[in-house]
């Protein structure tokens, strides 16, 4: 145990050894420690603890804070001592922290009271078309249907005939029979990257283009497995990405442009109003 760790516990058994788990700790800005010229008063130890921490975890806590208040002071120390003139004066930096903290802090407070961040779909929609040449695809995309069912057990004739029908009942008894027997199945129409489709089914492909283009339906075995794979649309890269894909992208722009818009509008706003307040004056034309 270090000489340090070492006076720590001393001085905690001491200021909490007569303490039982539920009695209070009455704060009279005794001394804890001292390092060089700065002393830490047990107030402001009694801080760090949560209330209804148990005598254990009350131990802890102080012995934690204790602990990182003397390196800390002692890291100071060093600092101010090794460090050059120039390095020593931050009060600009701290200065100037603080003021964009504030306006950090006055701008978000605005936005969460003033901002409409309801995006419509039509508003979507017309920023979708009138912005396409955003939104070019770098790969390729799909939407798919798969189903993956163990092979020993696959026995249905009609399944297939469901598969790559079109018709809502056969679709019905399709999903029905996939709950029942499948261990793996996708129905959905959502767009996907033709990636995120292969890490569920292992196609095993060597031209992307001819895969996506296939409108048969895809079956094939792979370890123990039986998979059903049909690809219902397609968008090939270097094509424009489909709306449905990139409508929570296009939202999240409109919001930031928003933003960005209203915290222009609030700093010519308050430019404005100081301005016919006299309260800018230039000195130097």
Same mark, same amino acid.
């Given at each position: 145990?270090?000489?340090?760790?070492?006076?720590?516990?001393?001085?905690?058994?001491?200021? %909490?050894?007569?303490?039982? @788990?539920?009695? $209070?700790?009455?704060? &009279?800005?005794?001394?804890?420690?001292?390092?060089? *010229?700065? #002393?830490?008063?047990?107030?402001?130890?009694?801080?760090?603890?949560?209330?209804?921490?148990?005598?254990?975890?009350?131990?802890?806590?102080?012995?934690?804070?204790?602990?990182?208040?003397?390196?800390?002071?002692?890291?100071?120390?060093?600092?101010?001592?090794?460090?050059?003139?120039?390095?020593?004066?931050?009060?600009?930096?701290?200065?100037?922290?603080?003021?964009?903290?504030?306006?950090?802090?006055?701008?978000?407070?605005?936005?969460?009271?003033?901002?409409?961040? %309801?995006?419509?779909?039509? @508003?979507?929609? $017309?920023?979708?078309? &009138?912005?396409?040449?955003?939104?070019?695809?770098? *790969?390729? #995309?799909?939407?798919?249907?798969?189903?993956?069912?163990?092979?020993?057990?696959?026995?249905?004739?009609?399944?297939?005939?469901?598969?790559?029908?079109?018709?809502?009942?056969?679709?019905?008894?399709?999903?029905?029979?996939?709950?029942?027997?499948?261990?793996?199945?996708?129905?959905?129409?959502?767009?996907?990257?033709?990636?995120?489709?292969?890490?569920?089914?292992?196609?095993?492909?060597?031209?992307?283009?001819?895969?996506?283009?296939?409108?048969?339906?895809?079956?094939?075995?792979?370890?123990?497995?039986?998979?059903?794979?049909?690809?219902?649309?397609?968008?090939?890269?270097?094509?424009?990405?489909?709306?449905?894909?990139?409508?929570?992208?296009?939202?999240?722009?409109?919001?930031?442009?928003?933003?960005?818009?209203?915290?222009?509008?609030?700093?010519?706003?308050?430019?404005?109003?100081?301005?016919?307040?006299?309260?800018?004056?230039?000195?130097?034309?």
């Amino acid at each position: 145990m270090s000489k340090t760790f070492g006076y720590i516990a001393f001085v905690l058994v001491i200021f %909490t050894g007569c303490l039982s @788990e539920n009695q $209070e700790i009455e704060t &009279s800005g005794n001394p804890v420690v001292r390092v060089f *010229d700065d #002393v830490l008063y047990d107030t402001e130890v009694l801080e760090a603890i949560p209330l209804g921490a148990s005598k254990e975890d009350s131990l802890s806590i102080r012995n934690g804070y204790i602990n990182s208040w003397i390196n800390n002071r002692l890291m100071v120390r060093q600092a101010e001592i090794n460090l050059p003139e120039s390095k020593k004066d931050v009060s600009k930096k701290l200065e100037k922290y603080r003021q964009d903290l504030l306006i950090y802090s006055y701008q978000n407070q605005l936005l969460l009271e003033k901002l409409d961040t %309801t995006v419509s779909e039509i @508003e979507a929609k $017309e920023y979708y078309d &009138s912005h396409q040449d955003m939104f070019q695809l770098a *790969d390729y #995309v799909l939407k798919a249907h798969y189903i993956q069912f163990d092979s020993a057990t696959f026995k249905h004739k009609k399944l297939r005939g469901w598969f790559m029908s079109n018709d809502e009942e056969d679709f019905e008894k399709l999903e029905e029979f996939c709950y029942m027997h499948s261990t793996k199945f996708s129905l959905e129409d959502n767009w996907m990257y033709l990636d995120e489709l292969l890490k569920q089914v292992p196609i095993v492909t060597y031209n992307k283009e001819n895969l996506l283009k296939n409108t048969k339906l895809i079956e094939f075995y792979d370890r123990g497995f039986l998979y059903l794979v049909r690809i219902v649309d397609y968008e090939l890269k270097d094509e424009i990405s489909p709306y449905e894909l990139e409508k929570n992208n296009i939202k999240r722009i409109i919001l930031n442009n928003r933003k960005i818009e209203f915290l222009d509008n609030l700093g010519v706003d308050i430019y404005q109003k100081a301005k016919n307040e006299n309260q800018i004056e230039v000195f130097i034309q």
